[in-house]
């Protein structure tokens, strides 16, 4: 009798040992959930110093690097992939390919010169040099108007010494599309246009079901020119053209953008006044909410297709 009440407390203990494993297990298991902002002062940046480079992340990663008084854009993608937009100035330009490499960084599948000043491709003869390069799009530039600046032409030297091709940036291309995640150009529409900014290479960042819109210096003449042509640019996060500068986020393309969050690359205290302080009140009254690389330093936005959280105050390339 003693022996098969111990027989059954065994099988007793054995089904209330597997029960319990059974609700660690889905809840151990159970997805996290990302607040909608995490303000964080970090020393690092989000990445760095990881033991397992290269691999694949579970969001997409969008860092918006605070380089000064420039611009410059780095996702990562969930394939792996890498896409640089800009490069920022010549001041920070190892600095820049060194912050890259701390995220472990290998390689730059895409690498995007939205236009050629200098604030924008300063260090990407650095970053041509340093990281293997899969493809590389610029605007189609009238010969005119080609800049002869030292930046520019350590870009084409960096290029040409590495047996590289330049694919020119229009509207209508698809640089890339997984099915998950989409990078199509939107702008330049014109072959001419009165300045280089508005050569800016535009392009939208599809990943499920959110959209981030990047549109390097583009000013009101070009975004004329997207919202004639009837494009959807609606998005969830709006680049700022231009720094946040008065000749670009007009009114009516902010209106056709709709955007829940806005990113301005601009450096503390800069000379131009960036971001114009009427941009600001035009965010402000659309309900926009506003991150500002002077202030916020090197902003990070990571997406899983459904939901976006934004990282504010990482580590900035500037020292």
Do not use: W
Not at 54 to 77: F, H, M, N
Not at 95 to 101: K, V
Not at 257 to 273: E, H, K, L, M, T
């Amino acid at each position: 009798m003693a022996r098969r009440r111990q027989q059954k407390y065994s099988v007793l203990t054995s089904v209330l040992v597997l029960a319990v494993l059974a609700v660690l297990t889905v809840f151990g298991t159970r997805p996290r959930t990302e607040p909608v902002s995490r303000p964080a002062a970090q020393s690092a940046p989000a990445g760095a110093q990881s033991s397992q480079k290269d691999a694949k992340p579970r969001e997409t990663q969008i860092y918006y690097l605070d380089v000064g008084q420039g611009d410059s854009e780095l996702i990562r993608l969930k394939t792996g992939e890498n896409i640089l937009i800009d490069a920022g100035t010549p001041e920070t330009a190892k600095e820049l390919a060194d912050y890259i490499e701390n995220l472990g960084v290998k390689k730059i599948d895409y690498l995007i010169a939205t236009h050629p000043h200098a604030d924008h491709i300063g260090g990407m003869a650095q970053i041509v040099s340093r990281f293997p390069i899969g493809k590389i799009y610029m605007p189609r530039i009238p010969d005119s108007q080609i800049p002869t600046t030292e930046t520019y032409e350590k870009l084409l030297t960096a290029i040409d010494q590495k047996g590289l091709k330049i694919t020119a940036g229009r509207a209508g291309v698809t640089v890339l599309d997984s099915g998950e995640e989409k990078l199509e150009i939107l702008a330049p529409n014109s072959a001419k246009y009165g300045g280089l900014n508005s050569y800016s290479v535009v392009t939208l960042l599809t990943i499920g079901e959110k959209r981030f819109l990047f549109t390097g210096d583009a000013e009101s003449d070009s975004e004329k020119e997207m919202t004639a042509k009837g494009y959807d640019l609606r998005c969830d996060v709006l680049k700022c053209g231009h720094h946040g500068s008065s000749t670009s986020t007009s009114a009516a393309f902010l209106k056709a953008a709709r955007p829940v969050a806005a990113v301005i690359s601009c450096g503390v205290d800069n000379d131009y006044g960036h971001p114009d302080k009427e941009v600001v009140a035009r965010l402000q009254k659309a309900g926009v909410a506003i991150y500002r690389t002077d202030r916020q330093k090197t902003i990070l936005a990571e997406c899983d297709g459904k939901t976006i959280s934004f990282t504010a105050g990482l580590k900035s390339v500037i020292q």
